[in-house]
T-cell receptor
Framework: DTGVSQDPRHKITKRGQNVTFRCDPI?????LYWYRQTLGQGPEFLTY????????KSRLLSDRFSAERPKGSFSTLEIQRTEQGDSAMYLC?????????FGSGTRLTVV | DQQVKQNSPSLSVQEGRISILNCDYT??????FLWYKKYPAEGPTFLIS?????DKNEDGRFTVFLNKSAKHLSLHIVPSQPGDSAVYFC?????????????FGKGTHLIIQP
C-alpha cells in the first residue's frame, strides 16, 4: 500500500493559464474524490468517481473545472483560465467504502 | 450554510490531560461521522469514525461520542501526547459518503502543552 499519490506537490501559474493535476489512488480502491481546501477552511468536496464513471460533478466550482478518470485508474483535475481565487490546496482521496484515504495534495498558487 | 460546525478554532491542553474536541451538525441525513487529523503540508489522516446506529466508538486513546438528538459529537483523547498537536477535522456523510462526498467542519487546532 503506497498510499494516494498526487503530482505535482506545488504549482505556481500565471492568471489565465490552464493547469492539470494528477492523482494516483490506492490500487484496489474503486472510489476517487477531489476536494479543495482554502486557508482556515475544511476540505470542500468537488467531484466523485466510481471506477471510471463520474457520478457527481455538480459541485465542481465552475465550468472551468473538469476531472477525468480514464480506465478507472489515475485521475486528473484540470482548471482552465485560472483565476487568483483558484489558489488553494487540491486534495485527492480514494476509498473502498466509507473511509477515504487522502493524498498530500497539490498546492496551487495563481499569480 | 455550514452543515458541520466546529466552534473552537483552537484548543490548548496540558500533556497527559484529556482533550475534548466538539462538533455539531445540522443535516439529519448524515449517518456516518469521521474524525481526521492533519499536520502541516500533509493531507488529512483518518483517525476514528462512528455510525449513527452507535453512540460510542473507542480505539486506543481515542473515543468518539455521538448524541443524535443533540446533533453533536465529540472526540476524546486520553492521555494527550505532544504528537497529538495538529488540526482535527470533523466530517459527516450521508448514504455511505459516495456521491455526496464528505462534509467537513473548519477544524480545531489542538495544541498539547508540555
Amino acid at each position: 500500500d503506497t498510499g494516494v499519490s498526487q503530482d505535482p506537490r506545488h504549482k505556481i501559474t500565471k492568471r489565465g493559464q490552464n493547469v492539470t493535476f494528477r492523482c494516483d489512488p490506492i490500487s484496489e480502491h474503486n472510489r476517487l474524490y477531489w476536494y479543495r481546501q482554502t486557508l482556515g477552511q475544511g476540505p470542500e468536496f468537488l467531484t466523485y468517481f466510481q471506477n471510471e464513471a463520474q457520478l457527481e460533478k455538480s459541485r465542481l466550482l465552475s465550468d472551468r473545472f473538469s476531472a477525468e478518470r480514464p480506465k478507472g485508474s489515475f485521475s486528473t483535475l484540470e482548471i482552465q483560465r485560472t483565476e487568483q481565487g483558484d489558489s488553494a490546496m487540491y486534495l485527492c482521496a480514494s476509498s473502498e467504502s466509507y473511509r477515504p484515504t487522502f493524498g498530500s495534495g497539490t498546492r496551487l498558487t495563481v499569480v | 450554510d455550514q452543515q458541520v460546525k466546529q466552534n473552537s478554532p483552537s484548543l490548548s491542553v496540558q500533556e497527559g490531560r484529556i482533550s475534548i474536541l466538539n462538533c455539531d451538525y445540522t443535516n439529519s441525513m448524515f449517518d456516518y461521522f469521521l474524525w481526521y487529523k492533519k499536520y502541516p503540508a500533509e493531507g488529512p489522516t483518518f483517525l476514528i469514525s462512528i455510525s449513527s446506529i452507535k453512540d460510542k466508538n473507542e480505539d486506543g486513546r481515542f473515543t468518539v461520542f455521538l448524541n443524535k438528538s443533540a446533533k453533536h459529537l465529540s472526540l476524546h483523547i486520553v492521555p494527550s501526547q505532544p504528537g497529538d498537536s495538529a488540526v482535527y477535522f470533523c466530517a459527516a456523510s450521508a448514504s455511505g459518503g459516495g456521491a455526496d462526498g464528505l462534509t467537513f467542519g473548519k477544524g480545531t487546532h489542538l495544541i498539547i502543552q508540555p
